[in-house]
């Protein structure tokens, strides 16, 4: 089993930053590909980010391209998530995952570990 427990989360305005981490325990951090998703009220769980067991591949979804990135410290068994020029639209719970098999992945149905989740609020 994996167990993921994310931090960082909170209030900022629109334009602000916030750093998200995650971190992992239970299972070799590096044979893990992670992801970061988040879910508005009253929408799905979307993804958001991913990055391969290695951190050498990372994927975004487009509506945070070059705002947000997602690194990783398999040292520290930690994934990040940057968040830059944040919008009111970016408001959601975000969720940290894991795959236990595979590369890093946009579908969420490739993810078997998840975290409980960390509220982000963008005011305007």
């Known amino acids: 089993q994996v167990q993921l427990v994310e931090s960082g989360g909170g209030l900022v305005q629109a334009g602000g930053s916030l750093r998200l981490s995650c971190a992992a325990s239970g299972r070799t951090f590096s044979s893990l590909a992670m992801g970061w998703f988040r879910q508005a009220p009253g929408k799905e769980r979307e993804f958001v980010a991913t990055?391969?067991?290695?951190?050498?591949?990372?994927g975004y979804a487009d509506s945070v391209k070059g705002r947000f990135t997602i690194s990783r410290d398999n040292a520290k068994n930690t994934v990040d998530l940057q968040m830059n020029s944040l919008k009111p639209e970016d408001t959601a719970v975000y969720y940290c995952?894991?795959?236990?098999?595979?590369?890093?992945?946009?579908?969420?149905?490739?993810?078997?570990?998840w975290g409980q989740g960390a509220q982000v609020t963008v005011s305007l």
């Open positions: 990055i391969s067991r290695s951190g050498g591949t990372t």
């Open positions: 995952a894991a795959r236990g098999r595979g590369g890093s992945s946009l579908s969420i149905r490739e993810y078997n570990y």
